[in-house]
C-alpha cells in the first residue's frame, strides 16, 4: 500500500509568483486535506477535497485554491505569493469525508518565498 | 471549538515511561480525544484516540480522567525515536473531519 506523497520537496519563489503544490493520496481514500504550518506552529487547516469537490475550507484568502482529480490526487495552488505564504504545506488524506476519520499525511513541501 | 491545553516541552530519558498530559476542561461529550505526533521534517501521524475508556495499541496508551476533562498519553518505554512533536486534539463530528492543532508538546529523550 503506498501512502501518502507529496511534490515538490521544496520550492523557492519571489513574492507574485503562483506556486502549484501535488498531492497523491493513500489509496482507496477519496479525501485529501491540505494544511500550511508555519514554522514553530501546528499545522492549519486550509480546505478539503471530497470526491473532486471543495467540501469546506479554513480562515485562507481566496488565492488558495484547489483541485481534486478523479483519481482523488490533489493540487493546491497559491496565487500573488506573499513572503508570510512560506510554510510546510502537508497534504493528508483519508477514507471519507467528515467525521473523525484518521487523517494519514504525507511529508510536505517546504515553501520558501523570497 | 474545544481547547486543549498542554506543556510546551517535556524531557525523558530512554527506555523510560513518559506521560505527556493534555487538559481539555471544556470538552463536549461528543468529543474524541486524539492524539497525532510530527517527527522531525515529516508530516503528523495518527497515535491513538478516545472517547471515555482508556486505550492501548502497539504505539502507546491513553489515559482519560473519569469527568474527561483531562487525559494522559503513556509512552511505556521511550526510544530516541519517540523524540517529535505530540499534539492532542479533540475531535467532534465534523463535515470536513479537520485536524485543530495546537502547538503540541515537545518531546526530548536523552540517551
Known amino acids: 500500500e503506498t501512502g501518502v506523497t507529496q511534490s515538490p520537496t521544496h520550492l523557492i519563489k519571489t513574492r507574485g509568483q503562483q506556486v502549484t503544490l501535488r498531492c497523491s493520496s493513500q489509496s482507496g481514500h477519496n479525501t485529501v486535506s491540505w494544511y500550511q504550518q508555519a514554522l514553530g506552529q501546528g499545522p492549519q487547516f486550509i480546505f478539503q477535497y471530497y470526491r473532486e469537490e471543495e467540501n469546506g475550507r479554513g480562515n485562507f484568502p481566496p488565492r488558495f485554491s484547489g483541485l481534486q482529480f478523479p483519481n482523488y490526487s490533489s493540487e493546491l495552488n497559491v496565487n500573488a505569493l506573499e513572503l508570510d505564504d512560506s510554510a510546510l504545506y502537508l497534504c493528508?488524506?483519508?477514507?471519507?469525508?467528515?467525521?473523525?476519520?484518521?487523517?494519514?499525511f504525507g511529508p510536505g513541501t517546504r515553501l520558501t518565498v523570497l | 471549538d474545544a481547547k486543549t491545553t498542554q506543556p510546551n516541552s517535556m524531557e525523558s530519558n530512554e527506555e523510560e515511561p513518559v506521560h505527556l498530559p493534555c487538559n481539555h476542561s471544556t470538552i463536549s461529550g461528543t468529543d474524541y480525544i486524539h492524539w497525532y505526533r510530527q517527527l522531525p521534517s515529516q508530516g503528523p501521524e495518527y497515535v491513538i484516540h478516545?472517547?471515555?475508556s482508556n486505550v492501548n495499541n502497539r504505539m502507546a496508551s491513553l489515559a482519560i480522567a473519569e469527568d474527561r476533562k483531562s487525559s494522559t498519553l503513556i509512552l511505556h518505554r521511550a526510544t530516541l525515536r519517540d523524540a517529535a512533536v505530540y499534539y492532542c486534539i479533540l475531535r467532534d463530528w465534523d463535515n470536513t473531519g479537520k485536524l485543530i492543532f495546537g502547538q503540541g508538546t515537545t518531546l526530548q529523550v536523552k540517551p
Open positions: 478516545g472517547l471515555t
Open positions: 493528508a488524506s483519508s477514507l471519507d469525508k467528515g467525521g473523525t476519520d484518521t487523517q494519514y
